[in-house]
């Protein structure tokens, strides 16, 4: 019991000041350590830290001024391109330039990748399935429609300006335009990029959705009522669009490669019917030109 008794320092006699003894030490320390830290300056080490980068929170939503400009600048530089130079060709490849451009330009400043490269190889086999049987349904469908509304239809296509040229390089080098390379970048751009930039969310709106359709079928709107005019414009438009819808709910649903394939299928369709027209236009300029040969005779 006696050895349990702590004894008490020498400063004091008694118990009680124990322990404010060992406060009155440890103050002291703390002083004078303080004092040697301020007569002495830190030296800087020699492995500084190095700074941290500010890592993305979230994906960006952009503001709507821009949205707007990128909704509204491929649908004027088209029509502005096919009005200044009258050139199928030229007008697809200026369209595809701006395509490529604008979401690079705006990748490069706002320092966001809206492009996901996981999704167009997630599922391959399904995708490339349902793409193809989708895509040779729109060229059907784009080939029974031409029937019907040239049958319904037959002043309009008559009177038809067709911004293309007759010779076979020509036509093909716009066939590889048209069918391989627009499919590519239109769904890339209005289904990719714009839905990108208007929803940074997983979950795409109703408004979304209206605001991307209006625009893809207003874009084609200009450059159709040019070529077939408005009355013929004006439902080839509303069905675009409605193709323009397919393309994205096939794109959010199933993957970005199905919707390119499908897109694939309907632009093949359209070359198909330009390949009509022109050769249809080819054969009456003959026949104009012989008639009065043989009348001559």
């Known amino acids: 019991f006696f050895l349990m008794i702590r004894r008490p320092p020498r400063s004091t006699q008694s118990r009680s000041s124990a322990a404010s003894d060992v406060y009155k030490r440890q103050e002291y320390m703390g002083m004078v350590l303080q004092h040697k830290s301020e007569t002495r300056p830190l030296q800087e080490s020699k492995f500084p830290m190095k700074e941290l980068k500010e890592q993305p929170q979230g994906r960006y939503t952009a503001p709507k001024s821009i949205v707007r400009q990128f909704l509204l600048l491929p649908s004027f530089l088209s029509f502005l391109s096919l009005w200044a130079t009258q050139d199928g060709l030229v007008t697809l490849i200026v369209f595809h330039i701006s395509l490529y451009k604008l979401p690079k330009f705006w990748v490069n400043l706002s320092k966001k990748n809206l492009f996901n490269r996981r999704e ?43 911004p293309v040229r007759s010779n076979y390089l020509y036509l093909g080098a716009m066939t590889i335009e ?95 019917v330009i390949f009509d027209l022109v050769f249809n236009n080819i054969l009456q300029t003959n026949s104009m030109h012989v008639k009065p040969l043989l009348l001559a005779n």
């Not at 077939?228 to 393309?247: D, E, N, Q, V």
């Open 178 to 272: 048209f069918v391989f390379i627009n499919p590519i970048l239109e769904q890339i751009y209005w289904n990719v990029f714009l839905v990108g930039l208007c929803e940074p969310g997983k979950k795409i709106t109703l408004r979304t959705v209206a605001k991307i359709t209006t625009f893809f079928g207003l874009y084609h709107f200009f450059t159709i009522s040019y070529i077939i005019g408005i009355r013929l414009a004006i439902p080839a438009t509303i069905g675009i669009s409605f193709a323009g819808l397919c393309f994205l709910f096939i794109r959010c649903h199933f993957g970005l490669l199905a919707s390119i394939l499908t897109h694939l299928g309907a632009d093949l369709g359209i070359v198909l």
């Open 120 to 162: 167009v190889f997630s599922r391959p086999s399904l995708q490339i399935c349902l793409g193809l049987i989708l895509g040779l349904l729109c060229t059907m469908t784009a080939l029974v429609v031409y029937e019907i509304s040239s049958g319904l239809f037959p002043d309009d296509y008559a009177n038809m300006r067709l």
